[in-house]
T-cell receptor, first 115, second 113 residues
Framework: EAGVTQFPSHSVIEKGQTVTLRCDPI?????LYWYRRVMGKEIKFLLH????????ESGMPNNRFLAERTGGTYSTLKVQPAELEDSGVYFC?????????????FGEGSRLTVL | GDSVTQMEGPVTLSEEAFLTINCTYT??????LFWYVQYPGEGLQLLLK?????DKGSNKGFEATYRKETTSFHLEKGSVQVSDSAVYFC????????????FGGGTRLMVKP
C-alpha cells in the first residue's frame, strides 16, 4: 500500500513567486492535514480537511496560503506570493479517523526555499 | 493552549549507550502522547504512543511512560545503535484542541560507532 506522497520534494523560488505543493494521502483516508516546520523550530499545524471540506484552518498563517482538496482526494497548498519567512518543510499527513488516539501517517515533506 | 517541550539537541552518543530524551507537556483534558521519528531523507514515522496515564508505549527497543503527575513522556532506550540516528519529535493530541497534533521542537540524535 502506497504511503502519503508529496511533490515536489524540494522547491527553490524567489520572493514574490508562486509555488504549489501537492499531497496524495493514503487511499481511503478521509482526513488530510498540512503541517510545516520553519527554521528548525516546532512542527506547526496549518489545516485539516475531512474529505473535501476544511475542518480546521486555524493554523494558516495568512491569506497568501490557499489549500484545496477538490473531490476529497489529493490536496494542494499554494503560496502566493511567497515571502522569505515561508521557507521551511511542509508536511502532509493523513488518517482514517479523527480521534485523539489515532495515528497520522506523514509524507516525506516538501522543502521550500524562498530566496 | 497545548504545548510540548523537549530537550534541545543535538544529542551525541556512542553505540550501546543509554538514551533519554526528555519531553514535558501542557494540555487541557487528557491528551494522547506520541513519539515520532524522522530518519534522514524520510518522512515522520510514529515510533510509539500512549493514550492514558501510566501507559507505556514501546517499539524497536524504545520506551516511554505517560506520567500524568509530572506531565512527562520521556523517551528511553537501553542501548542505541548507529541506525537510531534521527530526529525525534514528542507530540500530543487532545480533544479540547480539536485533536490536532501539537509537536515539540525535535531532538536530533547522533550515534557514533
Amino acid at each position: 500500500e502506497a504511503g502519503v506522497t508529496q511533490f515536489p520534494s524540494h522547491s527553490v523560488i524567489e520572493k514574490g513567486q508562486t509555488v504549489t505543493l501537492r499531497c496524495d494521502p493514503i487511499s481511503g483516508h478521509d482526513n488530510l492535514y498540512w503541517y510545516r516546520r520553519v527554521m528548525g523550530k516546532e512542527i506547526k499545524f496549518l489545516l485539516h480537511f475531512v474529505k473535501e471540506s476544511k475542518q480546521d484552518e486555524s493554523g494558516m498563517p495568512n491569506n497568501r496560503f490557499l489549500a484545496e482538496r477538490t473531490g476529497g482526494t489529493y490536496s494542494t497548498l499554494k503560496v502566493q506570493p511567497a515571502e522569505l519567512e515561508d521557507s521551511g518543510v511542509y508536511f502532509c499527513a493523513s488518517s482514517q479517523g479523527q480521534g485523539r488516539h489515532g495515528e497520522l501517517f506523514f509524507g516525506e515533506g516538501s522543502r521550500l526555499t524562498v530566496l | 493552549g497545548d504545548s510540548v517541550t523537549q530537550m534541545e539537541g543535538p544529542v551525541t552518543l556512542s553505540e550501546e549507550a543509554f538514551l533519554t530524551i526528555n519531553c514535558t507537556y501542557t494540555a487541557t483534558g487528557y491528551p494522547s502522547l506520541f513519539w515520532y521519528v524522522q530518519y534522514p531523507g524520510e518522512g515522520l514515522q510514529l515510533l510509539l504512543k500512549a493514550t492514558k496515564a501510566d501507559d507505556k508505549g514501546s517499539n524497536k527497543g524504545f520506551e516511554a511512560t505517560y506520567r500524568k503527575e509530572t506531565t512527562s513522556f520521556h523517551l528511553e532506550k537501553g542501548s542505541v545503535q548507529v541506525s537510531d540516528s534521527a530526529v525525534y519529535f514528542c507530540a500530543l493530541r487532545s480533544r479540547d484542541a480539536g485533536n490536532m497534533l501539537t509537536f515539540g521542537g525535535g531532538t536530533r540524535l547522533m550515534v557514533k560507532p
